[in-house]
Each structure stands twice: as structure tokens, then as C-alpha cells.
């Protein structure tokens, strides 16, 4: 299926109808969640309405870490089968991963006045996180100036694998260290947060997540037509 | 500030900052799309 999506062709004709049903599809989630979570859901009994910050907070650290986890796996696929579609999903993920990375950390700190009387503190999590954001601008940077230089894209790609190191730190900085931001709440075996106040979050999760992958197919279309302008104008000046 | 503003904070720059990506990334989008049909011409 990754071979046979790796023809350009094939890509559109699959990403041109898909592109608007996974942002509105993902708006409209987004939107009930968002809903339930503003509206239906009690405020925490210690942080009272603040609580509601979470249906946002969550997908955008959940959407910032798992948009690297997006550019290492197209980074491998383009390294080890040379698909130049997989360089083109990384090069389209950095953004809006780096602007949801940026958006845990600002929406973070909104939380964290009134929950901690702090914006900011220099912890194992909030710090890991903004090394992430860090390094999703250096990879912008780096992508744009290896494509500027004619690059082949293999240097990007190495930064792209290399920067997954600091997933595993952000998600076990709360373990590791003492740090005010709260430990784990969410596993594969259950939840601490009462039912009554998870359950819009896996709306906004599920909302934010299509959204995502909708900005994303668009930056990738820009792509494909862009380095399709290169070509014709190349062809063009022989 | 009161809890509300803190959340309508948050909600705000979220939802404003998402919209921003959307439309850009549309535009750029359309954009370079319109320029492959216009080489084709």
C-alpha cells in the first residue's frame, strides 16, 4: 500500500476528495467535544472550571509529539525506499506539528496560573517540550535550506530520525523527575480522571487529530504541485 | 482573572491559531495548484 501510495498521481487522486472531509469531519468533532467539554461536564472539584483548559491542552501535546513521531517514520521511509512522497510528508508535518507544539505550551502555561500560580516553571516536562518546539524549528529551517541548495533531502531526514530522542523525555519526564506538572492520567489499562469528565476529550482528540492530518494532505498537495512547477520550468529553459 | 477568562484564553488563542494554519496552508495550497494548471495551458 506504501509503494502504491508513493506515485504522485495516485496521491492526488486520493487526497483531493479526502482533504475536506477530514477537516470538516475533524472541525465537527472538534466542535461536539469542545461542546460537551465547555457545557456538559461538572469543574473539578479542586480546580474547578480551569479543568476544561484539558480538551484542548491534551490534543495539541498529543498532535505536537505525535507530528514527530510523523516526520521520524516518513523520514525512514525515505531513507531506506527513497519515496520523495515521504520527504514531502515530513517537510508538510513540521509546521503544523511545530504550531500544536507551540499551542500545548501556550495553552500549558494559561492552565497552569491559576492550577499552579505559575506560568511557567523550568521542569523535566514543560522544558522537554519546549526542546521539542525548539527542534521543530530547527528542522523547518533545515529543510527549507537543504531544498533551497538542491539537497537530495537525506539531511533533514537523519535530524528527523535523531530528534525522536527527545519523545521518550517528554513522555517520562514525570516520571523521572520531580516535577509539577501531573503524572500520567491516561494508559492503556484506564484513566484517573472520573468518566464524567473524560469523555469529551476523546472528541477533541479524535477532532484535532482529522484536522491535523487534513492540514497536512493540503501542505503536501502544495508540495507535489510546487516541485511540479520546478520540473515544467526546468523542462521549459532546456 | 477569573477561571472563565482562563479557559476563554486558551480556547481563543487555540482556535485562532488553528484557523490561521488552515487558511494558509489552504492558500498555499491553491496557490501552487493553480500555478501547475497554468503551465499546462
Known sequence: MLHALANPTRFLKIARPLTPILLWLGVALFAVGAWGGLMRTPPDYLQGETVRIM???VPTAWLGMGGWSGIAISSIVFLVWRHPLASVAARAIAV???VFAALCLVTG??????TWGTWWQWDGRLTSMLLLFFVYLAYIALARADHDRGGDGRIPAIFGIAGT???PIIRYSVTWWNTLH???SIGLTGSTIDSAILWP??????????????VVLMRMRA???AQRVEARLRRLAV | ??????????YGVTLTAAAVLALASWRAMVTAERAVEDLRR
Do not use: D, E, K, N
Open chain 1, 165 to 167: 530522542v527527545l519523545l
Open chain 1, 55 to 57: 480538551y484542548i491542552h
Open chain 2, 1 to 10: 482573572m477569573t477561571h472563565w477568562g482562563f479557559v476563554a484564553a486558551a
Open chain 1, 182 to 184: 501531573q503524572g500520567q
Open chain 1, 223 to 225: 508540495l507535489v504541485a
Open chain 1, 96 to 98: 503544523p506539528g511545530a
Open chain 1, 109 to 114: 502555561s494559561i492552565w497552569g496560573r491559576p
Open chain 1, 201 to 214: 476529550l476523546f472528541w477533541t482528540l479524535a477532532g484535532a487529530s482529522l484536522f491535523f492530518a487534513g
